[in-house]
C-alpha cells in the first residue's frame, strides 16, 4: 500500500516556468512532510520539509504548500532553471522514525 | 568529504552468495537509516537505528536482510542468498536531533546487481 500518493510521474516545462508536483497522503498522524531531489547516480537531497501546522514554506525558488483538510502537499519550483532537471520525491514521516517516499517526479526543464 | 559514505559502490553478485554493504555516516550522527531503491521508484525503509539500537524494522523486509551499527558509528547491512529481487540501489542516510530536526543525509549508495 503506497502512504504517498505523488503525481505527474514525468514533468516537461520550459526554461522559466513553474512545475508543480503534488502528493497525497492518507495517515492523519504524518507529522513531517520533506521533498528530496535526486540526480543520477546519487543519494536523494533534502530541499525543503513542512510541518502539519503551516500552510506554505518558501526556501529561494522553492515553495511547499500544504493542505492538512486535504492531506496534500506540493511543490513549486519558481523560475526553473535547467539545472532544475531531476527526480523529485515527496516524503512523510511520523516523529522521523519511519519515512514513506512517493514514486516520483521525473523533471525536465528545457533551455 | 564528510558526508554520508558507502562501500561498495556497487557490487554483482551471484544468486545465493551473501553480500555485506557498509554505510559511514556523518560524524555524530545518531541515527542512521537503510533504505532500498529500484529503477522508477522512490526510497522504501528498511530499517533505522539510533545509536547502536535498532528500533525500527520495515515488515517487508525478509529474514534474509540483517542490519548491525555495532558502536553506534558505522552500519552494515546484509544479505544472505540473494536472490534476482535484490537487485536495487541500497541507500543509506545519518541525521541528529540538533541539525533540521533529524534532517536526513544520503549517501550515494551501493547498487546490487544479483544474477
Known amino acids: 500500500q503506497q502512504q504517498v500518493k505523488q503525481s505527474p510521474q514525468s514533468l516537461i516545462v520550459q526554461k522559466g516556468g513553474i512545475p508543480i508536483i503534488n502528493c497525497a497522503y492518507e495517515n492523519t498522524a504524518f507529522d513531517y512532510f520533506p521533498w528530496y531531489q535526486q540526480f543520477p547516480g546519487k543519494g536523494p537531497a533534502l530541499l525543503i520539509a513542512i510541518r502539519p501546522d503551516v500552510s506554505e514554506k518558501k526556501e529561494g525558488r522553492f515553495t511547499i504548500s500544504f493542505n492538512k483538510s486535504a492531506k496534500q502537499f506540493s511543490l513549486h519550483i519558481m523560475d526553473s532553471q535547467p539545472g532544475d532537471s531531476a527526480t523529485y520525491f515527496c516524503a512523510a514521516s511520523i516523529s522521523r522514525n519511519q519515512f514513506y517516499f512517493g514514486t516520483g517526479t521525473s523533471l525536465t526543464v528545457i533551455p | 568529504d564528510t558526508g554520508v559514505s558507502q562501500n561498495p559502490r556497487h557490487k554483482i553478485t551471484k544468486r545465493g552468495q551473501n553480500v555485506t554493504f557498509r554505510c559511514d555516516p556523518i560524524s555524530e550522527h545518531n541515527r542512521l537509516y537503510w533504505y532500498r531503491q529500484t529503477l522508477g521508484q522512490g526510497p522504501e525503509f528498511l530499517t533505522y537505528?539510533?545509536?547502536?539500537?535498532?528500533?525500527?524494522k520495515s515488515r517487508l523486509l525478509s529474514d534474509r536482510f540483517s542490519a548491525e551499527r555495532p558502536k553506534g558509528s558505522f552500519s552494515t547491512l546484509e544479505i544472505q542468498r540473494t536472490e534476482q529481487g535484490d537487485s536495487a540501489m541500497y541507500l543509506c542516510a545519518s541525521s541528529h536531533p540538533g541539525l533540521g530536526l533529524y534532517e536526513q543525509y544520503f549517501g550515494p549508495g551501493t547498487r546490487l546487481t544479483v544474477t
Open positions: 537505528f539510533q545509536n547502536e539500537a535498532q528500533l525500527e
